[in-house]
């Protein structure tokens, strides 16, 4: 069967920023403005989190607010989700993405598990658990939820902003997995996406992930494309040295 999905991501969410007060190369003051970022401590100050040369690197990730509406690509398998599961599947995420917004960890993450049982094709509901794994530091899980939304977002067509920003989230946490390659390859696709409504975050990402890998006049390009394109992006300003 089919039917429309309409889903909803939270605001964005990020990390401490390096500095308020950054200077260019030509010396002058960036003063960093109102951002869609909201600060998140990296989860645990684990090891897995330190960047180069010992410091804790700083993530970014940018999720839309506004929902989207999409057609399912649902088959008329029988096995499949209803059209009224799929309904409060969405409804269970907007729950979800509110109880976050909130704090409300274990609210949200309980909503979350009736949406992906109600549809376990929910991309978003995926890419949010996702993140939410990602703050608590549950890294493998982080990983196979939002692999898992990226890998249904494809599956069904949907090539918008939404899976720029899933790759983005990804991309990410094989970072913290010190999966630098692989977190490169991601987060470039993210950075090239025309229908990114955030690049220069995923710009900033990859130039972490290509500084981890030691490809550091790589990392170099994508920081200055970063900045190039938002010169307010203070941690661009900062990485750069």
Not at 193 to 198: G, I, P, S
Request: with cysteine.
């Amino acid at each position: 069967m089919s039917s429309e999905r309409s889903r909803a991501l939270p605001r964005s969410v990020g990390a401490p920023t390096a500095a308020a007060d950054t200077r260019d190369p030509a010396g002058r003051r960036v003063v960093c403005g109102e951002s869609r970022l909201t600060p998140l401590r990296a989860p645990g100050r684990s090891p897995a989190f330190k960047g180069a040369r010992g410091r804790t690197p700083s993530f970014f990730v940018f999720l839309l607010l506004a929902p989207l509406t999409v057609s399912s690509l649902l088959g008329c398998g029988v096995h499949g989700p209803s059209s009224d599961d799929i309904e409060r599947s969405r409804r269970e995420l907007e729950l979800a993405a509110a109880l976050h917004e909130e704090q409300n960890i274990p609210g949200a993450i309980g909503h979350l598990r009736e949406a992906l049982e109600l549809d376990p094709e929910n991309a978003e509901a995926h890419v949010l658990l996702g993140i939410i794994q990602f703050q608590r530091a549950n890294h493998p899980s982080a990983e196979e939820h939002t692999r898992r939304g990226v890998e249904l977002l494809v599956e069904h067509g949907r090539r918008g902003a939404t899976l720029a920003e899933a790759r983005n989230v990804l991309g990410l946490v094989l970072i913290a997995r010190e999966e630098y390659d692989e977190a490169a390859e991601v987060l470039e696709a993210s950075a090239l996406d025309e229908m990114n409504t955030a690049p220069h975050l995923a710009w900033g990402n990859l130039g972490l992930a290509r500084l981890e890998a030691g490809r550091a006049p790589e990392a170099v390009e994508a920081l200055e494309t970063a900045v190039r394109m938002q010169p307010r992006f203070c941690v661009g300003w900062y990485r750069l040295g």
